[in-house]
């Protein structure tokens, strides 16, 4: 059974940072499709920082490049998103996410198609206040 669990969201005031972290179990993130995504109250789901299958490049969203950066530490089999320089538009549930279905499509940028990638997992909040 896939399982993937985020962890460190919060609350911060804007120009703070946090590390956001999703551990995997069941499924090895390895080279497959992985990557995070938001979805703030009343908006479409979108692509935060993504990596396509067997591929080097980080697609990030262009309204987060510069300030987030994903990472990934393959012994722990675990993805991080660190956040720095956070704004107030930044609030959003954070979804961890892997395994591209089907054929390929952006990742970041268009919103994003649940059923894009096949394993999701609960989410973190992250509530930037100004």
């Known amino acids: 059974q896939v399982e993937l669990v985020e962890s460190g969201g919060g609350s911060v005031q804007a120009g703070g940072s946090l590390r956001l972290s999703c551990a995997a179990s069941?499924?090895?993130?390895?080279?497959?499709?992985r990557g995070w995504f938001r979805q703030a109250p009343g908006k479409e789901r979108e692509g935060v920082a993504a990596v396509y299958d067997n591929d080097n490049v980080i697609n990030y969203a262009d309204s987060v490049k510069g300030r987030f950066t994903f990472s990934q530490d393959y012994a722990k089999n675990t993805v991080y998103l660190q956040m720095n320089s956070l704004k107030p538009d930044d609030t959003a549930m954070y979804y961890c996410?892997?395994?591209?279905?089907?054929?390929?499509?952006?990742?970041?940028?268009?919103?994003?198609?649940?059923?894009?990638?096949?394993?999701w997992g609960r989410g973190t909040q992250v509530t930037v206040s100004s």
């Open positions: 996410a892997a395994y591209c279905v089907g054929v390929r499509r952006p990742l970041v940028g268009p919103p994003i198609d649940a059923a894009a990638l096949g394993f």
């Open positions: 069941g499924f090895t993130f390895g080279t497959h499709c």
